[in-house]
């Protein structure tokens, strides 16, 4: 988007490909790349505990080089792992471990680990964000310092103290005029930092004399910029919301060598220059090499009016010298008067909010500078809300980046999400073909989900979201992860609200669609207990709702074939709470038929079903097999649920009442009113169950039931059903039991159709009609 190239990209027009998101991303993730995120989870694949500390350690015989170890660092420093004097302590090794550029952006160190990583004779290091620093860290960065080129101090790094007294004790023990011995400096940055002695920053900037780069956004007190004439490298100052510049701007002007200046403001007291003009000229009159000035929220444009003829060419009056020699970029965003929608402003790069190109090469200005990015995620939101946006790909880069480094921004993640939810609904088709990008903006909504998951908004934004994604296909990855923010939003935030429905309908889609294995771990992180919750909370207020009919078609989903999970909704008390929600809402359809199913998955295990013999739940099975609740549904489960209980025997049948020849006669009166064509509202992964019930000739009643599934299913749904009754031996079981002398005429008719289903299915001779259907 910002240069001339021969290479565009397809899915941003008039861009080149190496700005978009997806033309840079879609390849295959990177086999290094899964080996670092696979590390940085299982850290003991490379490491041990010592003894004597208990901190890890590299396992004996490991060397790691430059390029792994700030690799290691780095992809731990992006992920929700923490680094700390426990991760910290894997490069105190300075034989085995080597570092050269460290950055930090969220940290719990501690002077000690600082120590550590600065012994490896840094090159450049980064820290924001590591609120555990105290001043003791100046000492180690001192002794160390010879090899820093690079040194940034960002936010929530407090290091140095207020009182001027402990300045001066820490200066006279070390006997020198300085408070960085750091004498190779190239680029500092200092941020953030109030109320400090006068002298600070002329002892602080005093003998970094190779000073290329200089930042020092929202500092104050810095008088009158005077200590800063011995700079003569200088190429870059930020002054980002730095007061009093019109007092600085004589120092500043001495500085020839600067190429970019940056003196926006983004509050209120420091907007208004009072001679802006003049100011504006100084600055590029006296500055012969600027080539990048950002004067964002200033009022340093002036009004857009001529003040002169000589204003001719620029709608800037304090840029005419630059008409003919344009800066490579200009920041004008929220600049006063609306300067950035100006016709004639000399600059090949504007950062502003007048169109889309504007909006994004703000983000990636102000990408640091949380109070301005929000701003102008709000600005992209609005845009892909209500207008037709050309730059997707990279647009889709800036929120991912925006939201990944501001993890604890709340409203960074509430506008990032929203953003996302417009570029991921209009680029179906190209994430589809882009697996490695869809996969980093999940990864990215669930990051800020996990850590803001009491916010609503934010949790009702990434549902959302995640509900334009093929669920579970795409989410797999993530499952885990995906399951634990769902868990939350049914049971930690408010009751009936948006978010919680819309996170029970994507865990009952994951509890669905996924096999075994994952659904014993959901049970195992809590989707049993968090539903029945649900259903204990809607039960004391007399509320049947499509909340709480969901609650049992995910746990009717996640017992499936699970005996672990049917093991917990028996001892989280299921069966009391199955008994109440038929005696409070016994007209409600589906969720009888959720709850039928659920007991239906219970009954098929052989060691359960004993908790299922009690003259209580016999006799509501037996009343359920005359019911016309959503078809033949709610009849059919509780067939199934008898069948099972009965499969194993008279003896186990130890209650008088109901009597079970009474039971089983009642079931053969129902199976005989049910249609052999009727749809069903049911899905079998396996016919395991089924076909035990098969084998079953001591009680034929049970295989009654059995072969009148496998009949009706492969007559309904032949193209989904034929096939799994071969696969799964059925075939041979049927002509065993139409062969053997014992199951009634009914039961063998009933086998017969089956297989009859199955050639016809087979033989290509099936109605297409029935088929289609």
Not at 105 to 118: A, Q, W
Request: net charge negative; hydrophobic share 40%.
């Amino acid at each position: 988007m910002l240069q001339d190239t021969n290479s565009k990209c397809r899915h941003c027009p008039n861009i080149p490909s190496e700005a978009c998101c997806f033309c840079n991303s879609s390849a295959t993730e990177k086999l290094l790349d899964l080996c670092f995120n696979y590390i940085n989870k299982k850290l003991e694949s490379i490491c041990e505990f010592t003894g004597y500390s208990g901190y890890l350690k590299l396992k004996d015989n490991i060397s790691l080089p430059v390029e792994i170890c700030e690799k290691l660092l780095s992809v731990r420093s992006q992920s929700l792992q923490s680094i700390d004097s426990n991760f910290i302590n894997i490069f105190k090794d300075t034989n085995n471990t080597r570092l050269k550029r460290v950055r930090l952006r969220k940290s719990k160190i501690l002077d000690h680990d600082l120590e550590v990583l600065l012994s490896h004779q840094l090159r450049e290091l980064e820290l924001v964000r590591s609120k555990e620093l105290t001043h003791n860290c100046i000492k180690h960065i001192s002794t160390y310092g010879a090899s820093l080129v690079t040194l940034i101090i960002g936010d929530d790094v407090n290091i140095f103290p207020l009182s001027i007294y402990a300045f001066i004790d820490i200066h006279d023990n070390c006997g020198q005029n300085f408070i960085f011995n750091t004498p190779n400096l190239q680029k500092f940055a200092l941020k953030n930092c109030h109320g400090l002695p006068d002298f600070f920053y002329q002892m602080l900037l005093n003998p970094m004399n190779k000073l290329t780069h200089l930042d020092l956004s929202n500092c104050d007190s810095l008088d009158n910029f005077t200590y800063t004439e011995h700079l003569t490298s200088l190429r870059t100052l930020i002054l980002y919301n730095v007061s009093n510049i019109d007092e600085m701007l004589p120092a500043i002007c001495k500085l020839k060598t600067l190429t970019h200046l940056d003196v926006s403001q983004s509050k209120d007291d420091n907007r208004k220059f009072p001679d802006p003009t003049a100011t504006l000229t100084a600055f590029v009159n006296n500055l012969p090499q600027l080539m990048s000035l950002d004067i964002s929220g200033t009022n340093l444009a002036g009004t857009g009016v001529s003040e002169t003829n000589e204003a001719r060419g620029s709608d800037i009056p304090g840029l005419i010298s630059r008409v003919d020699n344009p800066f490579h970029f200009l920041g004008l965003y929220e600049t006063m008067h609306a300067a950035c929608f100006r016709h004639d402003i000399p600059s090949k790069l504007i950062a502003g909010n007048a169109n889309e190109e504007q909006i994004l090469i703000s983000a990636l200005a102000y990408m640091d500078r949380t109070d301005m990015l929000q701003k102008v995620l709000n600005e992209l939101f609005q845009l892909f809300r209500f207008e037709t946006c050309q730059f997707v790909g990279q647009a889709l880069d800036v929120v991912l980046e925006s939201m990944n480094r501001h993890l604890d921004e709340r409203h960074i993640q509430i506008s990032g999400s929203a953003t996302l939810f417009y570029i991921v609904k209009g680029t179906d088709r190209e994430l589809h073909d882009a697996i490695h990008v869809k996969r980093k903006v999940i990864s990215t909504l669930l990051n800020g989900m996990s850590v803001h998951r009491y916010d609503e908004t934010m949790m009702r934004n990434g549902c959302l979201t995640l509900c334009q994604f093929k669920i579970p296909l795409d989410v797999l990855f993530e499952y885990e992860r995906l399951v634990d923010v769902l868990l939350y939003s049914v049971h930690g935030l408010t009751s009936e609200s948006f978010v919680q429905r819309i996170g029970i309908y994507l865990l009952n889609s994951l509890a669905c669609q996924v096999g075994g294995q994952q659904k014993v771990r959901l049970g195992e992180l809590g989707a049993i207990n968090k539903m029945i919750w649900l259903i204990s909370e809607r039960l004391e207020r007399g509320h049947c709702d499509d909340v709480l009919e969901v609650a049992w078609s995910t746990m009717w989903n996640v017992t499936d074939e699970t005996p672990s999970n049917c093991r917990k909704f028996l001892e989280n008390n299921g069966m009391e709470y199955f008994l109440s929600c038929l005696q409070s809402f016994p007209e409600k359809e589906d969720l009888l038929r959720n709850m039928m199913g659920l007991l239906g998955n219970v009954a098929e295990v052989k060691e359960l079903r004993h908790y299922l013999i009690t003259p209580e739940y016999l006799s509501v099975f037996s009343n359920l097999l005359n019911s016309n609740c959503d078809g033949i549904e709610v009849s059919y489960n509780a067939a199934g649920v008898i069948s099972h209980i009965a499969s194993d025997g008279p003896d186990v049948w130890t209650v008088e009442i109901p009597l079970r020849q009474q039971v089983l006669d009642r079931m053969i009166s129902a199976i005989e009113s049910w249609d052999l064509s009727s749809q069903r509202n049911i899905n079998y992964r396996s016919f395991e169950p089924i076909l035990y019930l098969v084998k079953i000739y001591h009680t034929p009643e049970c295989q009654r039931w059995a072969v009148w599934a496998l009949a009706n299913l492969t007559k309904v749904y032949p193209e989904k059903y034929c096939h799994l009754v071969e696969k799964e031996g059925g075939l041979d079981l049927l002509k065993e039991l139409i062969a053997h002398k014992d199951p009634p005429l009914a039961n063998k008719q009933l086998a017969e159709i089956v297989i009859d289903n199955c050639k016809k299915f087979e033989n290509h001779d099936w109605p297409q009609h029935e088929l289609d259907g």
